[in-house]
């Protein structure tokens, strides 16, 4: 079995890794020199859209997926005429678009902030109006780690906003003053079979993912699930999806979701009985998805910039180091480290010692 | 950091594995054509005396380890004139004469069944005169998985056994009527830190291992910690050693070591906080190795000629498929199943179900 991904960062590497010890190797696309995933799959180096590498992809491959939301739906379309392409079409389209994300969250009753469309000063000065202050305002297309977006903190910021931001088609949302934000990391096989793992509780720092906490027996994980199953089941989606949300009270409400394995994810490599990369490639390879039970409680530190040093993470009674193999680059994700413990209280301290590890290289 | 392996079977395939997300790529010499660790490594492709590729190996690498015991003396010599070598080659050395093993077993106070040496059909006479039927008689160099030896029962046996195995140097031992065979793997570090994983035991079918459990809190654990500990001391080893015993009662006697990752240890994968090629690497490497701590109960079925269908062995509740990507072929290790569970009780009634698996296809 082998499986085509388009993009190969290190979601395609860790799906690779996972790939191999079930016999499925994957060839990946990607039109960096240095994709980090190319150590461990076959790399196809090029762009997204050069149908000569598009036909090679097919050709090479049972299956195929993609590791990021901005793939062309054009190249995604012509793949699939020709090979099985999943999650779906339709669920990488709905998140191109934080309108028709919002929309299709509305639309199966998933609860969202208040949103409106705003694709001039105008709108957004009569949106404003009716969503009140503060509120977001974010591009329709194109963001991730907090890019593309502005909150309006009070009046006088909303004057040129919609300039400021591009001038391109956005949306408004209510600011939410959460409590927390959670994802819902969930998996369907072909079959229609959902499962879903332990709730995770992510902290983010400048617009990045930062630290992501395993949270089983969470009280709201049924709310996650529920959103989670409406639109799995609307999209026949097949794969693993990420729905963050963010919490207030015993409220949930669906921020964005993403078609793929997910960085709030990556505890479950050794947190669970099966992670989201080897789920992921059981479902889209028609093989039935493992156990998502999790295996005593998990936190994960993001690596931004550079790695630490292996031996001072290793001192960590715990913890599990995922080196990307990328080159260091300020805000970049290099890395991640997994602590597992069957004790909650431990737990609490080495989340603080993770934190220290960013004073010293892992920021 | 880079890590040469002499050897690019499916141990360096696991080794590789595990050396990614620690940020250790891994350089593999091997004289095969599908080295079944080179999706996942750099392959040299040449034989294992070959000075040139010894050379670009030795300055392809930080530290140099080995797969398998039947490398040559003098290569590894030459290679540790240039880069360190872990385990040190006097272990290997050890390892690739049953006389010299069981040799020093007894000059390091760890005991063993009765042995002699056998050069010829006359001392093989006299030696069954000593030690008594029945008995094995072996080669004492590169026998593996059951080759190389002839079970001596009746007094009709020993006629013409020396010229059968081949008139070469050998060494004959007394038949050892055990309750069961046990691995203890362990891990030293440069700074000479020893750590144990759980006690396996081992059924072996036609000279191959079949089964592995591992046993937590086993009570003969400490002997055999104590032997290992003797052999890890005296050869100021670095890395994992698998010393293998037979159990009488409450007594172990050593029957051979292997300064390498091992066969039985392939549970600790899924079974134990750091598995035994994490750990290699990290010991060979110069980093502190991790915690040996079993994660519930493990059992590892070998796939022998072929691997089943994914699909009938992901239907195995906890069942984690180790696929070594290698040609099917009788008698061939191409793979091995480890079941991981909180609960003893699942443990026993699926050891059945993974039995009942080689009948389709796990042979």
Same mark, same amino acid.
Request: aromatic fraction near 6%; hydrophobic fraction near 40%; glycine fraction near 8%.
């Given at each position: 079995?082998?499986?085509?991904?388009?993009?190969?960062?290190?979601?395609?590497?860790?799906?690779?890794?996972?790939?191999?010890?079930?016999?499925? !190797?994957?060839?990946?696309l990607?039109?960096?020199?240095?994709?980090?995933?190319?150590?461990?799959?076959?790399?196809?180096?090029?762009?997204?859209?050069?149908?000569?590498?598009?036909?090679?992809?097919?050709?090479?491959?049972?299956?195929?997926?993609?590791?990021?939301e901005?793939?062309?739906?054009?190249s @995604?379309?012509?793949?699939?005429?020709?090979?099985?392409?999943?999650?779906?079409?339709?669920? @990488?389209?709905?998140?191109?678009?934080?309108?028709?994300?919002?929309?299709?969250?509305?639309?199966l009753?998933?609860?969202?902030?208040?949103?409106?469309?705003?694709?001039?000063?105008?709108?957004?000065?009569?949106?404003?109006?009716?969503?009140?202050?503060?509120?977001?305002?974010?591009?329709?297309?194109?963001?991730?780690?907090?890019?593309?977006?502005?909150?309006?903190?009070?009046?006088?910021?909303?004057?040129?906003?919609?300039?400021?931001?591009?001038?391109v088609?956005?949306?408004?949302?209510?600011?939410?003053?959460?409590d !927390?934000?959670?994802?819902?990391?969930?998996?369907?096989?072909?079959?229609?079979?959902?499962?879903?793992?332990?709730?995770?509780?992510?902290?983010?720092?400048?617009?990045? @993912?930062?630290?992501?906490?395993?949270? +089983?027996?969470?009280?709201?994980k +049924?709310?996650?699930?529920?959103?989670?199953?409406?639109?799995?089941?609307?999209?026949?989606?097949?794969?693993v999806?990420?729905?963050e949300?963010?919490?207030?009270g015993?409220?949930?409400?669906?921020?964005?979701?993403?078609?793929?394995?997910?960085?709030?994810?990556?505890?479950?490599?050794?947190?669970?009985?099966?992670?989201?990369?080897?789920?992921? @490639?059981?479902?889209?390879?028609g093989?039935?998805?493992?156990?998502?039970?999790?295996?005593?409680?998990?936190?994960?530190?993001?690596?931004?910039?550079?790695?630490?040093?292996?031996?001072?993470?290793?001192?960590?009674?715990?913890?599990?180091?995922?080196?990307?193999?990328?080159?260091?680059?300020?805000?970049?994700?290099?890395?991640?480290?997994?602590?597992?413990?069957?004790?909650?209280d431990y737990?609490?301290?080495?989340?603080?010692?993770?934190?220290?590890?960013?004073?010293?290289?892992?920021?």
């Open positions: 079995m082998v499986v085509g991904i388009l993009g190969g960062g290190q979601l395609a590497r860790m799906l690779a890794l996972a790939g191999h010890p079930l016999g499925i !190797r994957c060839v990946v990607d039109p960096a020199d240095d994709a980090c995933s190319a150590p461990v799959a076959r790399h196809l180096h090029g762009a997204f859209d050069d149908r000569v590498l598009l036909d090679e992809l097919a050709d090479s491959v049972d299956v195929i997926t993609y590791e990021f901005n793939v062309s739906l054009e @995604l379309r012509y793949l699939s005429s020709r090979v099985p392409v999943y999650p779906p079409v339709a669920a @990488l389209e709905a998140t191109q678009d934080r309108l028709d994300e919002k929309n299709l969250f509305r639309e009753g998933i609860e969202t902030p208040d949103f409106l469309p705003v694709s001039s000063q105008e709108e957004l000065e009569s949106a404003v109006g009716r969503i009140g202050l503060p509120s977001v305002l974010k591009t329709r297309r194109m963001g991730y780690d907090g890019k593309g977006q502005i909150v309006l903190k009070e009046a006088a910021d909303v004057a040129g906003a919609w300039e400021q931001l591009g001038g088609p956005a949306i408004l949302e209510a600011f939410v003053p959460f !927390r934000e959670v994802s819902g990391i969930v998996v369907r096989s072909i079959e229609g079979e959902i499962s879903a793992w332990s709730l995770t509780e992510n902290i983010h720092a400048d617009g990045i @993912l930062k630290l992501a906490t395993s949270k +089983p027996h969470d009280p709201v +049924p709310i996650a699930l529920d959103f989670a199953t409406r639109l799995l089941e609307h999209l026949d989606y097949v794969g999806l990420a729905l949300c963010f919490q207030i015993d409220r949930l409400l669906a921020n964005e979701f993403a078609p793929r394995v997910h960085n709030s994810g990556h505890w479950t490599i050794e947190g669970a009985e099966t992670s989201q990369f080897e789920n992921h @490639l059981r479902a889209v390879a093989v039935v998805p493992g156990s998502t039970e999790p295996l005593g409680h998990s936190v994960m530190l993001n690596c931004i910039g550079e790695m630490p040093p292996l031996a001072s993470v290793m001192r960590i009674r715990g913890a599990h180091m995922h080196d990307y193999a990328k080159e260091p680059r300020s805000g970049r994700k290099v890395g991640h480290i997994t602590v597992r413990t069957a004790d909650a737990l609490r301290q080495v989340t603080a010692d993770l934190c220290d590890l960013q004073k010293s290289g892992c920021r």
